[in-house]
């Protein structure tokens, strides 16, 4: 049994384990460069234009590859091919671009034209044409060099809010013969005009390793920069200790409008120099979500080294670039600089004086019950203050660690525990008993597979961004189980499989599917298979999932059927529309599908009038089918 009992701490503690990383770079083959004046404007050339978005804007789950141009909430903007070339892909479809064309050109580059509403007549017949060959209502089709040639300047489209667009725009990109993302602004477009240099919202400085500390603590301090002489600085200076990190939260504004846009550079230097440039130009598609690596949150941008991220943004490319580690009672000064694409600049100064560790600090607030928090693989617990005693007893396996508070005051404790050396089955706080909920570390770069009870988690080579140390909760009822995966802030590459048995279920399995739970009590259809009480899903996000049962068929609501065209409302109550199928007289009739409005809408071939039995299935993602029949004179 375990004795607990107040322990005067050393100024400084130590684990004396020893981690070995491999780092390692992903190099890419050079690209094209953009050649200024080789692209034109794809929208109103010649003339000024705006925009709501552009290349390395940070959105809520990605990186933003390219510009969206502002139509005034009006669908109908004709669009202009950017130069000379031909269709390479064209696209319709529900989700995603939307009706989208990508043109290559001679130099080798793609130009991407999204959220179209629809085409110039010649290509809108061509692909209705290739619709009704292969009777799919959504299509994607890759053309070789001379099949549909395009003209710089030739009206290719008209701009829309297909796909998943929240407003009339279009999203135009320029990519690299490699299908890489480049920033289309370099290409110099004169008709957009930005003159006004970024803003920084927020400053962060992080701890990087279980000896750091910001002002005495392991915790991210987040600091608002004052603005100073047409400049910016953070008034206070930073104690800190050990290895630490910057990162921003800032934005760029171009001339004439009001949207919060992203910038490609930032250049770090203190009192000695330089230490590191950071720019985004160019993202490779295979990697679009490691961007979120480079991401606290996906809100502000990490100004260090990550080794598990495959893009180099960094110069130089090193283990230690932006790590910073201060000599105790030294003081540096340094200076960021916010670069856009236009090399507007904004300056940030901040000073960092390093200290030494203090085992003795004020961590606010006792807390009632233990306040438990992770970071990557840190584990930090605070608890309060009690007379039965300092050390802490973690369980490894077979073994057990007594360890001292990280710091402490009379109010409270605070406990570190790197995740690397073991996961604790048990903690003794001596006040409480705790049991992390870590179903267990998933290396990244390997298949692996966890199970615990009624659990199996399993990961593929390319499933994680990042080393990941798993948390799992349950709870609800048998009849309503509940199953939390990971953190929402946490993301991941590709997806990893579940394997869940909820023993004591007893609704219809058959239309019985694993959903995506959102605070607000909201679901979105994951899916999933059952093989007796287990059911099988994947998941591309963590979250809070739970069962539900569909058995609703879609709604089919007619708003016009006529000799002329059919169109419809469709919407579904739970899992949401999967296919939708008409015919007419038992022909196949092309049906357009737009999900924002949940209306769909007949092309029919060649314009003709349509005559006969008309028939309307929709199918939801759950296999319930509801149909519609009538006849058309």
Known sequence: MKKCYMSKLSKRFHFLFVFAFACCSLNFAVGQEIQKGYFQSPVKPGQRNYLSGNFSELRPNHFHTGLDYKFGGVEGEPIYAAAEGWVHRIKISSFGYGNVIYLKHPSGHITLYGHLRNFNPSLHDWIKTKAYEAKQNELELFLEEGQLPIKKGELIAYGGNTGSSGGPHLHFEIRDSLDRALDPLLAGF??????????????????????????????????????????????????????????????DKLDGAENQNGFPRFELADDSGHLLNLQIDQVDFNYTRHFLLHTHRNRFTKLYYQKDLKFSFLTPNDPSTGILEIETGI??????????AYNNTRLVQLSLLGTDLDSTKSDGASPAKAQVSYYKNILKIKVA??????????????????????????????????????????????????????????????EHLHAVDNLQIRTSENSLLEDLYLRVSQSGSPTAPILNLGETTSYLWNPLEATWEVN????????????????????????????????????????????????????????????????????????????????????????????????????????????????????????NVAEWRSTLN
């Open 385 to 446: 203050q009690t007379s039965k005693g300092g050390l802490a007893k973690f369980e490894i396996g077979n073994h057990s660690y007594e360890i001292l508070p990280a710091y402490q005051d009379a109010a409270s404790r605070t406990y570190l525990w790197d995740l690397r050396f073991g996961i604790p089955k048990k903690i003794d706080l001596c006040s409480e008993i705790y049991i992390p909920d870590i179903l267990g570390h998933f290396p990244v770069g390997k």
């Open 331 to 340: 003081k540096k000064n340094f200076q960021l600089k916010l670069i856009d």
């Open 190 to 251: 004169d008709e957009i005009v930005d003159k006004t240099p970024p803003t920084p919202q927020k400053i962060a400085i992080v701890p990087l390793e279980l000896d750091s500390r910001v002002n005495g603590k392991f915790q991210r301090v987040e600091l608002s920069p004052v603005l100073s002489g047409g400049n910016y600085r953070i008034p206070e200076t930073i104690k800190v200790t050990g290895k630490v990190g910057l990162e921003i939260q800032s934005y």
């Open 504 to 623: 004591g279920y007893s609704g219809n399995k058959s239309k019985t599917h694993v959903y995506l739970r959102a605070a607000n009590g909201a679901r979105s259809f994951v899916g999933g298979g059952w093989n007796e009480n287990q059911i099988r899903f994947k998941i591309r996000n963590f979250g809070s999932f739970v069962l539900a049962e569909d058995v609703v068929k879609p709604n089919i609501t007619p708003i016009r059927v006529s000799n002329q065209g059919l169109r419809f409302s469709i919407k579904d109550n739970l899992s949401g529309i999967k296919s939708f199928e008409a015919f007419v007289n038992g022909e196949w009739i092309w049906m357009r599908y737009e999900h924002k409005q949940a209306v769909i809408w007949s092309e029919s071939p060649k314009g003709q009038a349509l005559k006969g039995a008309v028939l309307l299935k929709v199918t939801d993602q759950a296999g």
